[in-house]
């Protein structure tokens, strides 16, 4: 995978986003937690890109 790396980073900047919205959600922080989700948004939008933009392999044609 060529966009190993990038994915991982991306991935993790999720996890962490998570944890952040967790935090904003115990302490009743509505307006923060909006704006987390919409930064989890905007990281899924980067990886899907990451992904999307990687070669297709034969075993990924015939999915069912």
Known sequence: MKHREPVLKKLDTIESKLAKLAL?????????????????????????GYIESEPITGNE????
């Not at 307006?31 to 990886?47: A, G, P, S």
């Open 24 to 48: 904003g959600l115990n302490r009743g922080d509505r307006d923060n937690c909006f704006q987390v989700l919409n930064e989890i948004k905007d990281t899924l939008e980067q990886t899907k």
């Open 61 to 64: 044609l015939n999915r069912i």
